[in-house]
């Protein structure tokens, strides 16, 4: 069993950055695949950012050259530093975890990119 804790969501100006946090409790950390997706109003769940388990890395198109996703396997966290956000970046946020069959989630932290 996994337990995942988002943080670090905010208002921010377009333009601006904002780095997002997931701590992760539970065993076997190291094992599980880790990804950041978001969730926009009115659309669905997409991802964002990869990390696997052997550090291999995947963005979106859309974030691709500003989002930035890492992994701390001593500190069970994941992190998602994002800059030059844009107001389209607005949306909720959602850790991952995945190892086989198990599929676990956090409660989401918002991300609001305005003026």
């Known amino acids: 069993q996994v337990q995942l804790v988002e943080s670090g969501g905010d208002l921010v100006q377009p333009g601006g950055s904002l780095r997002l946090s997931c701590a992760a409790s539970g065993s076997s950390f190291s094992n599980y695949d880790m990804g950041w997706y978001r969730q926009a109003p009115g659309r669905q769940r997409e991802l964002v950012a990869f990390v696997s388990r052997a550090g291999t890395r995947n963005y979106a198109d859309s974030v691709k050259g500003r989002f930035t996703i890492s992994r701390d396997s001593a500190k069970k966290a994941v992190y998602l530093q994002m800059n030059v956000l844009k107001p389209e970046d607005t949306g909720v946020y959602y850790c991952?975890?995945?190892?086989?069959?198990?599929?676990?989630w956090g409660q989401g932290t918002q991300v609001t990119v305005s003026s």
């Open positions: 991952n975890a995945r190892f086989g069959f198990r599929d676990y």
